[in-house]
C-alpha cells in the first residue's frame, strides 16, 4: 500500500497531511475520527512514529467534507493519537490544499471533529484560523505535583484541553527543555490521578506554562500528549490562553496577542465575542518542506511504527 503524504511546518511544528481515501463509514467527521481510531489506527503509527517520522509530527488526514460549504474535512492525529483541533496543524493544511492546486487565497471552511473552522489564505502565505468556541472551564485549580509542591493553573478549552500555569516554577527558555517536559509531564499526571479533567471527564492532555519574552506578549511551552513538546506557540493552546484573558478581563475583543513559542516562532491571536462566546482567531505561517509515499510493506517489521 502506498500513501501519500505532504509535509509541512508551521513555526517548526511538523504537519504530516495525507490524501488518501481510507473508508471511514462516511458518518460526522466525529464519528469518521471513531472509524480511523479503531479501524486504521496503524496508519496513523505508520505515519507519525518512527522509523518514517517522530513524536513531534501531528497528522492530518484529508477526508471529504460532510457539509460542501467546507473545502475539505481534516481529522488530525500524532504519535499517540487523535486529536479534536489543532491549530498549527490547521496553517499547514490550509497550505498543503494550495500547494495541490485545491485553494487559492481567501476564506476557506475547514470541516474538524470537534466543528467547522474558518480559514483565511493570505496572499502572502499567512493563514488566519478563526477557531471553535474557546473558553475556561475552571480557574485556578490546585494540584499537587511530587517534587514541585501546590502547583495552580487554568483548565481551558481551545479545541483540545489544556491545563495552563502562569507561574512556571522553571524558566520558560530552550535551555530548560528536559526540566519543563520533566516538569509538564508530573503535572499531567497529577492532574490525572487527582481525577481533575476538563468539562464531562474529558482527559487534560496538554500543559501549557508562560513565561516573559522580550518581543511577544509572552512566550510559552506546551507539552503535547504523547511527551513531544509543541515547537509551534501551539494553535489551540494560545485559543485556550485568549479564554482565559478574556475571562480575566486581561484582553480586549479585537486586541492582539503575540505567543512565543519555546523556540521563538510567533502566532497572532485575537477573539471576537459572538453571543457571549470567545472565537479565537490565530495567524500564524507554514512552509512546504517534502512530499512522498509512505511506503506500506507488510514484510518491514517495523511498517507500522515503534511504539504506540
Ligand atoms: O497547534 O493546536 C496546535 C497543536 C496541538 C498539538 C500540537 N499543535
Keep these: 500500500m502506498e500513501v501519500p503524504f505532504i509535509d509541512s511546518h508551521t513555526g517548526g511544528e511538523p504537519t504530516r497531511v495525507l490524501d488518501f481515501p481510507f473508508d471511514l463509514g462516511g458518518g460526522s467527521l466525529f464519528e469518521q475520527r471513531e472509524v480511523f481510531k479503531t479501524r486504521w489506527d496503524h496508519i496513523r503509527k505508520a505515519a507519525c512514529n518512527e522509523p518514517r517520522a517522530s513524536d513531534t509530527v501531528v497528522g492530518a488526514l484529508l477526508v471529504p467534507p460532510t457539509d460542501p460549504a467546507c473545502v475539505s474535512g481534516v481529522i488530525f492525529f500524532n504519535n499517540v493519537g487523535v486529536l479534536g483541533m489543532c491549530g498549527h496543524g490547521t496553517i499547514g493544511v490550509i497550505r498543503t490544499l ?3 492546486g485545491r485553494i487559492e487565497p481567501g476564506t476557506h471552511l475547514l470541516e474538524t471533529p470537534v466543528g467547522t473552522v474558518t480559514t483565511t489564505l493570505h496572499a502572502d502565505g499567512r493563514v488566519t484560523v478563526q477557531n471553535v468556541p474557546a473558553y475556561r472551564h475552571l480557574r485556578q485549580v490546585q494540584v499537587k505535583v511530587p517534587g514541585h509542591g501546590t502547583v495552580t493553573g487554568d483548565v481551558a478549552w481551545g479545541g483540545n484541553w489544556f491545563f495552563l500555569i502562569q507561574d512556571c516554577p522553571i524558566a520558560v527558555e530552550f535551555s530548560q527543555l528536559e526540566a519543563l517536559t ?9 492532574l490525572q490521578e ?14 501549557e506554562v508562560f513565561g516573559p519574552a522580550e518581543t511577544a506578549d509572552s512566550r510559552n511551552f506546551v507539552l503535547c500528549p504523547g511527551k513531544a513538546y509543541d515547537r509551534s506557540p501551539c494553535g489551540t493552546g494560545t485559543s485556550a490562553k485568549l479564554a482565559c484573558l478574556q475571562a480575566d478581563g486581561k484582553l480586549q475583543e479585537g486586541q492582539v496577542w503575540k505567543q512565543e513559542s519555546i523556540i521563538g516562532s510567533v502566532f497572532e491571536g485575537s477573539y471576537q465575542l459572538t453571543r457571549g462566546q470567545v ?19 507488510e514484510m518491514d517489521p517495523y511498517c507500522w511504527g515503534i511504539g504506540q
Design 98 to 100: 494550495q500547494t495541490l
Design 182 to 190: 520533566e516538569f509538564t509531564w508530573k503535572v499531567r499526571q497529577a
Design 194 to 207: 487527582q481525577n481533575i479533567t476538563g468539562k464531562d471527564g474529558a482527559l487534560i492532555d496538554h500543559i
Design 279 to 297: 472565537i479565537p482567531s490565530i495567524t500564524g505561517q507554514a512552509f512546504i518542506n517534502m512530499r512522498g509515499v509512505l511506503i506500506l510493506d
